[in-house]
């Protein structure tokens, strides 16, 4: 038996404009990671972990649990399917308001204006970006996201606006990326977890302690009113260090969440706090090797035996 845990977390499975991938590519490679996982690891739901962890107990040898972030609408078609196919258990992150349709992704709207770019330079924050190249255009994308991240949501959702009416022509009407509500219902019909991602996709840390009281609090009171469920898991938004800090935590436990999932990669253990958990992220591309060498590369010793155990030869 063990008393580690190893989080791992997507986000779509289907290509999309921040996450590009070649058509069926997400499909295929979610397919094989979960063979992968299946084979050498011992799938675990995410609520169970946590309450194994707290009580004290021990989790199955190469326990994993896994947890998707967002809402992104494949995942009734993609991701549940492909889980119930080997009877594996996910945990689904869900941010409030873009189930309502209240607000939009802004990760996404930043990648889908550069997608569609028609602008050969972009005057911004007193910098001149080249566009004239799609390499050009990748590295300013790269580069305004990283700044937006940087400041509260007002102003992120402000400056991804204006940066899309400047570069490219208005976006034409597409099928919806994320779920609704009937979708988040569906796939709480499912059996599998659901938890929250806050109202609006905040970066936690950015934010006053009223506002980030207000995301804990209201997407939970909405998620649990509007799915019939309790929801006491969280996931911090971008949840690097930096992006949630112990007033978040206190707050996040205050609202009555038991634990919260990171992006920060590594195992949890018995010492980790449960609203500081670490997870590694990964995209339907990333390879069984790579994927389980970002533990690795947190040089403890349990991690290297989770790679050595669950990575495979040849």
Sequence with gaps: MSRRLLVLGWHNIDPTPFYPAAPGAGRRGFERQLAAIDRLGTVVPLSEAVDTLAAGGSLPPRAVALTFDDGYADWLDAAVPALDRRGLHGTFFLVSDILSGRIGAWWEELADAFDRCTATSLEWAGRTHDLSTPVARRAAQ?????????????????????????????APERPPMFLDWAGARALAATGHGIGSHTVTHPILAREDAATQRH???????????????TVDLLAYPNGNAGDYDQQTMELARAAGYRAAVTTRPGLVGPQEPPF????????????????????????????RRVVRTLTPTG
């Design 142 to 170: 790269d580069a305004l996201k990283d700044e937006l991240k940087l400041v509260d949501r007002a102003t992120r959702v402000e400056a991804v606006s204006r940066i899309a009416e400047r570069i490219a022509p208005p």
């Design 215 to 229: 995301e804990l609090e209201a997407s939970r009171t909405a998620l649990e009113e509007g799915l019939g469920q």
């Design 276 to 303: 500081a958990m670490h997870r590694v992220v990964l995209t339907p591309l990333t390879g069984v090797a790579e994927l389980f060498g970002k533990v690795a590369r947190k040089g403890t010793g349990m991690a």
